[in-house]
């Protein structure tokens, strides 16, 4: 098992450019969640699936979409991207249906937007 | 306001000794709390977790303590080895269903030194 796999590892934008981070995972799981991370502010939740073709709105959702067509897929997009998205940005998976219990975490992707 | 709060930001520990790590929450409907684990450059890894019907739960080296009345968790780590030297980040979670909530601290960071 891979686990949950993040691509890419690094990646530096323009302010105003697209671009999707990927995100897989090959545990079946149902419940697939996407997170940044900021100093001093934690990890917040920015989006989340229940399953193929569901998804709703985290914490901090304001400038990225996400669509989940497989179990395996979950990609998030930034439409335009703000200096305010750099981040280190993770992908969770879990065998939940619901938040609130043991999440298995890509590796991450650190994001700077210039 | 901060749900979740590790007010320690960071802890230095002889190897061979115990690390003590402290959680306190304010939210008296948290029924599930998880620790993670973080080394640089990776995602949160799953450490250990309890539910708010049990006071503890061991798992090797660890250790999880629940103290409801004074709403308040630690997590032991006996003996403490320099691999344990992460981030550890403390999280709460409430509610039903795709209500159900995650709230996460903003993390220790543990120094185990030789």
């Known amino acids: 098992n891979a686990g949950v796999t993040q691509t890419p590892k690094f990646q530096v934008l323009k302010t105003g450019q697209s671009m999707t981070l990927q995100c897989a995972q090959d545990?079946?799981?149902?419940?697939m969640s996407w997170y940044r991370q900021d100093p001093g502010m934690g990890l917040r939740l920015i989006h989340y699936?229940?399953?193929?073709?569901?998804?709703d709105q985290g914490e901090v959702p304001n400038g990225y979409n996400v669509s989940r067509s497989t179990t395996e897929d979950f990609p998030l997009r930034l439409l335009s991207a703000a200096p305010s998205q750099t981040s280190v940005y993770f992908c969770?998976?879990?065998?939940?249906?619901?938040?609130?219990?043991?999440?298995?975490f890509g590796p991450g992707t650190r994001l700077t937007v210039t | 306001d901060q749900q979740v709060k590790q007010n320690s930001p960071s802890l230095s520990v002889q190897e061979g000794r115990i690390s003590i790590l402290n959680c306190d929450y304010t939210?008296?409907?948290?029924?599930?709390f998880l620790w993670y684990k973080k080394y640089p450059a990776e995602g949160p890894t799953f450490l250990i977790s309890?539910?708010?019907i049990k006071d503890k739960n061991e798992d090797g080296r660890f250790t999880v303590f629940l103290n409801k009345s004074a709403k308040h968790l630690s997590l032991h780590i006996v003996p403490s080895q320099p691999g344990d030297s992460a981030v550890y980040f403390c999280?709460?979670?409430?509610?039903?269903?795709?209500?159900?909530?995650?709230?996460w601290g903003l993390g220790t960071s543990l120094a185990v030194n030789p």
């Open positions: 545990m079946n799981h149902e419940y």
């Open positions: 939210n008296s409907m948290f029924d599930y």
């Open positions: 309890i539910s708010s």
């Open positions: 999280a709460a979670s409430r509610g039903a269903g795709n209500n159900r909530k995650l709230i």
């Open positions: 969770a998976s879990s065998y939940s249906y619901y938040q609130g219990y043991e999440q298995y």
């Open positions: 699936s229940v399953g193929a073709g569901i998804t």
